[in-house]
């Protein structure tokens, strides 16, 4: 098993410093899977986490100069790392200036990601600052448990207004309430609403639009024969939408929810070379 | 001074005007000796030739209350005049602002002793120095929160500053970070090869800020595991010395320390004159039982007094103020006399010198 990355230019440092910035925000542990093609970041819906579970996927050419990757096996070339991505936000934080990046998997006395940041100096020789990140193996019989979520059969789906906007809403209203309820219907209308014994505050979002689906085989169906009008609504814990708003450092090209009455809210990200999805589930 | 100790200790030489500080558990002391030409006046004691120049000490927050706001100190005062009214027991800083407004503060200060650390930067076996900006932008990469680096002189002449990882914690658990440095980044390097310490950050990153704004190249002096760093800056009127405890190596073997041939203090008790490295390891073992080994005596420490005659009962009670615990593992006090090498086994009785009062 064997990882190797290097990064050269500062922009694909800095676009990589902030995806991983955001899932640090997301996520207190996390497994990262590495393919030949594509790095993932995922976090699997355990009670721990309050259920929701997030998917991140990057392509690996988008971002590194140098890529290599040998898997625990031939027919599994794959890595699946347990890690804390706030130790690698941390260890790319002061590489703003730096001359190049590396990423290595070593194992000195444990399995580490070694991140080795090549700084300038004004000696002969640059300045190297080498963070050990301790990180975990996941044995390949636990890979199961790491699979891609399945778009959830959803009731509506809209794009989400300005993140930014609905992100100063949130905050605010996260200090009145716990829960928040999310409700849209086809027609590009969205509610943000929450309710407590002495106040109910309620934010309208119109004219979002909504994403047209391929439907496979009539699966979506459900969402076809949907009344434009009729709200599909989801209430749930508002600190898990303010996280996900809050770690957002760049617009994404495509924002997105599906929303699952009663049940779950699919948010989908997208940016250039980086997707992010992240489930909240609904409270009881 | 102020991220060092609560209190300031002002000592009017002959040589200059001296500011120091010792942190609570005596694991951190500097001093500031401001030459007579830093100041546009300079008046050290009363005429009376045989009467002793006061030392006082006052209260940090006190003391910084009056030069607040730096922007507008600068726009604002002209002059400020230091004064010390010994018998009125106050020291008076008065601010001769623009407009001729006049902001006297008068602040209640405390007769004290001589505050020195034994320290000598002669006897240290490396030292390097360079500027105050290399050093500030080494440390820039380890978080606000790190308590202990370790600085070393490693293969290939390269200088190493690395994270300072609790041997209890789990080292799979922790993030290390290690930062190497060309021999050439420095102005002097001198160091032993192989040689490392490690010593608290916190007040480090204190005396950088400043030095970095002086702009004065900074020099460490360092010797062996668990005698202190000092860290030293210098130009033609000012003079900086920030001596801070170091951890102790517990497999290095006890080394008889070189006597530092400043002036010896008859210890109040027997154990005190012991090696004080011998019973930081005491202190150590003793750490990794549950709870303290019996009540550890209140903790003193030596303070160099050239005129004990002067110690009154006061200054006494100073010493044994019990030290808040220190930094985990930082029980070396570098204020001490000769210091003499011990028997095998520390007794657990030993007394402290900085008690932790937590166990670890």
Redesign the interface.
């Known amino acids: 098993m064997r990882f190797r990355a290097k990064i050269v230019d500062l922009a694909c440092l800095n676009h990589f410093s902030r995806v991983i910035n955001t899932i640090a925000k997301l996520a207190k542990t996390c497994t990262l899977r590495l393919t030949v093609s594509k790095l993932y970041f995922i976090l699997s819906d355990k009670v721990a986490n309050g259920g929701v579970s997030m998917w991140c996927e990057l392509c690996q050419g988008n971002f590194f100069d140098e890529f290599q990757m040998e898997g625990v096996a031939a027919e599994h070339n794959e890595i699946y790392l347990e890690l804390v991505p706030e130790n690698l936000s941390r260890a790319l934080k002061t590489a703003q200036s730096a001359k190049a990046v590396k990423i290595k998997l070593t194992n000195k006395h444990c399995p580490c990601l070694r991140v080795a940041v090549e700084l300038p100096s004004l000696s002969s020789s640059s300045r190297i600052v080498t963070h050990d990140i301790p990180v975990g193996i996941i044995p390949r019989r636990l890979w199961n448990d790491f699979r891609e979520p399945s778009v959830p059969d959803f009731d509506v789906s809209i794009y989400l207004p300005v993140l930014k906007t609905m992100k100063s809403i949130v905050e605010r209203m996260k200090n009145l309430s716990n829960s928040i309820v999310i409700e849209a219907n086809l027609s590009g209308e969205m509610n943000l609403k929450i309710e407590t014994d002495l106040v109910s505050v309620t934010t309208h979002f119109k004219d979002l639009g909504n994403p047209a689906w391929a439907s496979e085989d009539g699966c979506q169906s459900s969402a076809q024969d949907r009344d434009l009008e009729s709200m599909a609504e989801a209430r749930i814990d508002i600190k898990k939408l303010q996280q996900l708003l809050a770690g957002q450092q760049v617009n994404p090209t495509k924002a997105m929810c599906n929303i699952v009455s009663k049940r779950i809210v699919h948010f989908i990200l997208l940016h250039e070379d980086v997707s992010l999805q992240y489930f909240i589930p609904a409270l009881a | 001074l102020s991220r060092i100790g609560d209190e300031l200790y002002l000592e009017p030489t002959e040589s200059g005007l001296s500011l120091r500080a010792v942190n609570s558990s005596r694991s951190a002391f500097a001093s500031f000796l401001f030459a007579p030409l830093f100041f546009q006046l300079y008046e050290p004691g009363s005429h009376q030739p045989d009467r002793e120049l006061v030392r006082c000490k006052v209260l940090m927050k006190s003391f910084l209350g009056v030069f607040r706001s730096l922007p507008s100190l600068e726009k604002m005062v002209g002059k400020c005049l230091i004064l010390l009214k010994p018998r009125a027991n106050r020291l008076v800083v008065q601010l001769h602002c623009k407009y001729g407004v006049t902001k006297t503060h008068n602040l209640a200060f405390q007769e004290c002793e001589l505050l020195q650390a034994v320290f000598d930067t002669q006897h240290c076996a490396s030292s390097l120095r360079a500027p105050a900006r290399v050093l500030v932008?080494?440390v820039?990469?380890f978080?606000q929160t790190l308590a202990e680096v370790t600085l070393g002189a490693g293969p290939g002449g390269k200088i190493s500053l690395r994270n300072y990882v609790e041997d209890e914690a789990a080292?799979?658990?922790?993030?290390?970070?290690?930062?190497?440095?060309?021999e050439?980044?420095f102005q002097t390097v001198a160091v032993t090869p192989g040689s490392h310490i490690t010593f608290c950050l916190k007040e480090f990153r204190g005396l950088l800020t400043f030095a970095e704004a002086s702009n004065l190249p900074l020099t460490i002096h360092y010797d062996a595991p668990g005698r202190p760093v000092i860290f030293t800056l210098e130009d033609t009127v000012l003079e900086v010395h920030l001596v801070l405890a170091t951890l102790s190596d517990p497999e290095s073997d006890l080394q008889p320390p070189t006597a530092n041939g400043v002036s010896h203090l008859p210890a109040p008790s027997d154990d005190f004159a012991d090696d004080l490295e011998s019973y930081m390891i005491a202190m150590e073992t003793s750490a990794y039982e549950d709870g303290p080994s019996g009540v550890p005596p209140s903790p003193t420490f030596p303070l160099c007094t050239p005129h004990p005659a002067e110690s009154d009962p006061e200054e006494k009670e100073e010493g044994a103020v019990p030290g808040t615990p220190p930094h985990k593992k930082f029980r070396s006090l570098f204020f001490g006399s000769v210091l003499t090498p011990r028997g095998p086994s520390p007794a657990p009785t030993q007394e402290v010198l900085a008690e932790d009062s937590d166990g670890e």
Do not use: F, N, Y
């Open positions: 932008e080494a820039v990469h978080p080292p799979s658990k922790t993030m290390v970070t290690e930062l190497r440095l060309a050439d980044e």
